[in-house]
């Protein structure tokens, strides 16, 4: 506790009312905070802190390993979804020296390298291999499995951008970051392969409107800032793809 | 919200978190603020604006973080003037490339408007350095930038790539600023997709075949190891090389070359399982950071003879 930035407070509270007397600031919080839990309308996490828990979830845990292990899960769910492409007809379809067939296998290594990469790392904290559930997914049908791939690498993005501020060690943000833009590139890549131009879009980015054709720098509504995402609600996207066993929370992560 | 968790999780990290709240009155007083009667349904919003207030931005911010948004900012100027300069250049981007460098441009003007918030009086500049700040022929290295179209996609590439090696090498700084961190990082995301995209227009289509002999020519969307030197080597090629300094131990920050496939002390190469990986793979799957003096080290070609300001 710091001892000396108390005048300003005491000052103050010398001119108020008995209502305004000094109490200790602890003390209010907590009254603060019991009051918050115990005014009949829920708020989420008040009082019991498995409010908002999937049942039987696997928690990625808290600090650093807790941030790796989230980015483990999400590479894991990237990693069997690009092995099991290779699976349908509409992978192996594809011309042997195919551009398409090129870009998935690309797609397949990088996300395979990023899960056992974290899972090294991770060492025996790392959480349990996952069961994916990918029985939405028609394997078999070009739209079906890039659309997929799209909503996986731009939930990738939004997550690790979303995770930063809980990083605490500097070498793990940088490495978060190196993964983060290559998942972005395949993010841009598919998007592109879908609809040309569509590699940022409103529903992933922020777009920027200049005010006017001839507007300067800056000038213009929106900010050009990917939608970044919070871990909670990346895991109830993520969930879907989960087998029970398999579903995760991060707790600790808000 | 579970606030007796939040408030001793803080106090973990900031043994002063009780001094850092206003006193009993000014709270209340900030509760004032709603005119209402507080309500389970206003209470998240009060206890978040409490927060803000005991931990916002007060005014200054340090200048090694002012710094890395500075260069940050240079960067965004270098790169709309750039787009802005080629959209108004007549016979230069094909009519179905247009929408697309039309959305590069706007980001990177939203960036501006970001990082000019986040500056204030701290921007290196209080008004727009002119267009003619810039050397877009980089020297004479480029003379038919704005009229070559193969050129200007090589140079447009070199800068977004640049531009992506520069957040991320300039992202630890700002952990102390959670929310600056997490909007340079959405911007980060961003540059990483133009750059894709910019290296999809370079190889012909999205769809189109990367010739692996040639990747200046024809570049994946991902960097592979150095990409040959970029679009023009060799002034390109400090692009995917290393900074400085180039190694470290696991915990270290460093800026090894794009070529880099040791991640953490992890060899990726011989650490990936069940699929085919090679040397070439191991690097693509991870983007490397570069640091501040080799990027502007780099971005200084494209300034303007004279100019002293920019990237110094």
């Known amino acids: ?254 | 919200m579970d606030l007796f968790k939040l408030i001793s999780e803080i106090e973990k990290v900031d043994p002063e978190v009780y001094d850092r709240f206003d006193s009993r009155r000014r709270v209340f007083k900030h509760f004032g603020t709603m005119g209402k009667a507080v309500t389970a349904a206003t209470l998240p919003a009060l206890f978040s604006g409490l927060f803000t207030r005991a931990y916002g931005q007060t005014g200054t911010l340090p200048a090694e973080i002012a710094a890395v948004l500075n260069l940050a900012l240079q960067l965004e100027y270098l790169e709309f003037y750039f787009y802005d300069t080629g959209l108004k250049s007549a016979n230069l981007i094909p009519a179905a490339e247009r929408p697309g460098i039309e959305k590069i441009r706007n980001d990177e003007s939203g960036h501006i408007k970001v990082l000019r918030g986040a500056l204030g009086s701290q921007a290196f500049s209080q008004t727009d350095p002119p267009v003619t700040a810039f050397d877009y022929t980089g020297g004479g290295r480029f003379p038919d930038v704005f009229t070559n179209q193969a050129t200007y996609f090589g140079v447009a590439q070199g800068f977004v790539d640049t531009g992506v090696r520069a957040y991320k090498g300039g992202a630890p700084v700002l952990m102390p600023n959670k929310d600056l961190l997490e909007a340079a990082l959405n911007i980060h995301s961003v540059e990483a997709r133009h750059s894709s995209h910019i290296r999809s227009i370079r190889r012909g289509s999205p769809g189109a075949m990367p010739d692996m002999n040639n990747l200046n020519q024809k570049p994946k969307s991902w960097i592979s190891g150095t990409d040959n030197g970029g679009s023009a080597p060799p002034t390109t090629t400090p692009i995917y090389g290393p900074g400085t300094p180039a190694t470290g131990g696991a915990t270290d920050i460093f800026f090894p070359a794009e070529s880099n496939i040791t991640q953490a002390g992890v060899n990726i190469q011989t650490n990936t399982t069940g699929v085919a990986i090679t040397v070439a793979g191991a690097s693509e799957s991870f983007d490397e950071p570069l640091d501040a003096n080799t990027v502007k080290s780099i971005a200084r070609l494209f300034r303007a003879p004279g100019n002293t300001v920019l990237f110094a």
């Open chain 1, 1 to 254: 506790m710091a001892t000396t930035k108390h005048s300003p407070e005491q000052e103050e509270a010398a001119q108020g009312s008995a209502l305004l007397q000094p109490i200790q600031r602890r003390s209010f919080l907590r009254y603060a905070g019991f009051s918050a839990c115990a005014t009949g309308l829920l708020l989420a996490g008040c009082g019991d802190d498995d409010d908002d828990e999937v049942a039987n979830a696997i928690d990625v845990g808290s600090g650093d390993n807790g941030v790796l292990n989230y980015a483990y899960a999400l590479e894991q769910l990237e990693a069997a979804f690009y092995a099991q492409i290779k699976t349908g007809t509409y992978y192996t379809g594809l011309n042997a020296s195919s551009a398409e067939r090129m870009i998935l296998d690309d797609l397949a290594v990088h996300e395979k390298a990023h899960a056992d990469f974290f899972k090294t790392a991770l060492g025996s904290a790392a959480i349990k291999q996952l069961e994916p559930d990918f029985s939405s997914i028609n394997f078999n049908d070009r739209s079906s499995v890039l659309n997929a791939a799209k909503a996986f690498e731009d939930l990738g993005v939004a997550a690790y951008n979303g995770a930063g501020r809980f990083i605490q060690t500097p070498a793990y943000l940088v490495i978060a970051g190196k993964i983060v833009s290559v998942e972005a590139r395949h993010a841009a890549l598919i998007r592109d392969l879908l609809a040309y131009n569509s590699f940022v879009d409103n529903d992933v980015v922020d777009l920027f409107s200049p005010t006017s054709a001839t507007s300067g720098p800056g000038v213009g509504n929106g900010t050009g800032l990917e939608r970044s995402k919070r871990p909670a609600e990346v895991l109830t996207t993520a969930n879907q793809f989960l087998k029970q066993g398999s579903k995760l929370s991060a707790n600790s992560l808000r």
